[in-house]
């Protein structure tokens, strides 16, 4: 046993370097483009003249017009959140519950506008009840001009986010126990409210958090649909940077907002947590049944109603609205430069776009990569656990405070890229990596320590290990987080609109700029390349879908 003690301690020696190792880059990673540029913003907003002056902080709050930012904000969150909870936890039951015909593509159908840009999601309702819109058409009726517009945005931008979360854990819930309760002398009702209930309230907390969340950080939905008249932090953050050039004011409301976004996640954090203390998990093949009666055919109806009207609809009159001129006239004009708003055609931001979804993702998946293999290391300690909850604030994180803190902290050697196109795919690769690290995390986990220990004893290296062990069972994991890591930076907006060069717009950003301008042409051209835009995400989604189910080959 003494013999041996020297390789033991040399192998948990190496064990503790290879995990150094992993985490280094990214560390490295969000040191430099996270924590850095947040820095910068405390300094710029509590940094006045050469003094920290924190009063400055209630000298903004106690201004009346962001108070009524703030009270906006605040509350058109807590309205959507409660909004998508009525109408999608119907839906939610039924993907859990029911078997029917197309179910796994109307899965996939419903999480399509999740992964859309919030661009194109405003710029479909604006196609639906805006000016011009369907609504205007038919009865006269807009309602881009208020607050309804900007919730029902969200709703079909989160309805997945609930029929995910909560349909998921659904699904998995043993009804016998249920039954149970019923054979006992419980009716319908308190059987559901004592048994079920209580088991889906972590996942119900957590799912409306996470619509919280996104929605308190609107801004491309806000941008499009609020006008002037609505304004969130993450809308106000962006006026006051772009049009009054008050940098003070932005970086004192981005503190407010970085503090709130950090309070929400540990909530989230919290109800995560509680979720694995809840009833006994059963295969989730073995929960659903055909609808039974007229009730739950009724049920699956208007449940299907609702993703045809409020999904389906907006995304159906996009996609004609851009189809309006003659000789796919709109998508022709995508095609001319012209020397105004624009330096190069429109169309240019197809390619721009790509090319940098796909360095982004080239980033997102090794810092992301790096980070899963390092958080399932055996003898992570408290450093790597508080690492894999930094790991997620880029998702909740302002993607406006990221543009910012790049614009104010990335602009003197040796870090001056404000000139350089790497600074788009970086602060798109900041967000696509939690996802990244999300998707790969359960899969490294399900891994045997004792294939890595035993690789490790006959002498290979920790490189070796990973491709020899872990890769091969992780391949599609890793595709499938390849995969959404490009349609979210594909889709980013709020970052990558204080940033890319005049010359080198994304399709986000050019979209934004076409809504921008008036006029008949400029308004069909947004439709146009927001169409092109939401075909690509949910070509990409389809694709992710096929793998995640797909069991019959290896990859």
């Not at 993450?234 to 940077?241: A, F, G, K, L, N």
């Not at 051209?525 to 995400?537: E, I, K, P, Y």
């Amino acid at each position: 046993m003494d013999l041996a003690r020297p390789e033991v301690v040399g192998r948990r020696t190496r064990s503790a370097a290879a995990r150094l190792g992993l985490v280094a880059v990214p560390v490295a990673f969000f040191a430099v483009f996270f924590a850095y540029p947040v820095a910068a913003i405390v300094a710029r907003g509590l940094h006045v003249d050469g003094v920290w002056r924190f009063g400055r902080l209630w000298d903004v709050l106690g201004q009346s017009d962001i108070r009524h930012v703030l009270w906006f904000t605040t509350w058109q969150a807590l309205a959507s959140t409660a909004l998508t909870l009525l109408i999608a936890l119907p839906g939610a039951y039924v993907f859990a519950r029911f078997d029917f015909p197309g179910k796994q593509v109307l899965r996939a159908v419903v999480t399509v506008p999740f992964v859309l840009p919030t661009v194109v999601v405003g710029t479909a309702f604006l196609a639906l009840v805006g000016r011009g819109g369907l609504l205007d058409e038919l009865w006269g009726a807009r309602l881009d001009t208020t607050v309804w517009a900007i919730l029902l945005a969200h709703v079909f931008f989160n309805y997945a986010v609930v029929v995910r979360t909560v349909g998921g854990l659904w699904a998995q819930l043993d009804p016998r126990q249920e039954e149970a309760a019923r054979m006992l002398g419980a009716s319908r009702w308190t059987a559901w409210r004592t048994v079920t209930l209580p088991a889906l309230g972590p996942a119900v907390a957590a799912a409306a958090l996470m619509v919280f969340l996104f929605t308190f950080t609107s801004f491309g939905v806000v941008q499009i649909l609020g006008g002037p008249a609505f304004s969130t932090l993450e809308v106000e953050i962006y006026r006051q940077t772009s049009e009054i050039f008050d940098l003070s004011t932005a970086a004192v409301l981005t503190i407010v907002q970085f503090v709130a976004v950090g309070a929400i996640l540990a909530v989230h954090a919290w109800t995560v947590r509680r979720r694995e203390s809840t009833l006994r998990l059963v295969d989730a093949a073995l929960t659903s049944r055909r609808p039974r009666g007229a009730g739950q055919w009724a049920l699956l109806a208007v449940v299907l109603a609702v993703i045809v009207v409020l999904l389906l609809l907006p995304l159906a009159v996009l996609v004609q609205r851009s189809l309006d001129a003659p000789d796919l006239g709109y998508y022709r004009a995508l095609t001319e430069a012209d020397g105004g708003v624009f330096l190069v055609a429109p169309i240019e931001a197809i390619g721009n776009s790509l090319e940098y979804a796909v360095v982004a993702t080239l980033i997102a998946v090794l810092v992301g990569g790096l980070a899963a293999a390092a958080l399932t290391r055996r003898g992570a300690g408290r450093f790597v656990r508080g690492f894999d909850a930094l790991l997620m604030l880029p998702l909740g994180v302002s993607a406006v405070t990221v543009g910012f803190g790049f614009l104010i902290s990335l602009d003197e050697p040796p870090l001056d890229l404000r000139s350089s196109w790497i600074l788009v795919p970086l602060a798109q690769a900041l967000v696509g990596v939690p996802f990244v690290v999300r998707t790969m995390l359960p899969v490294l986990r399900a891994v045997d320590d004792r294939l890595r220990e035993a690789a490790a004893v006959l002498g290979a290296s920790p490189w070796r290990v990973w491709r020899e062990i872990d890769l091969p069972m992780v391949r599609r994991a890793l595709l499938i987080a390849a995969g959404f890591a490009f349609a979210v930076s594909l889709g980013e907006f709020g970052a990558t609109v204080f940033i890319a060069r005049p010359d080198n717009p994304t399709l986000p950003v050019a979209v934004a700029r076409l809504l921008g301008r008036a006029g008949d042409l400029n308004y069909g051209q947004a439709m146009a390349l927001s169409t092109v835009l939401m075909v690509v995400c949910a070509v990409a989604l389809l694709v992710l879908e096929r793998l995640r189910t797909d069991r019959t080959g290896e990859f």
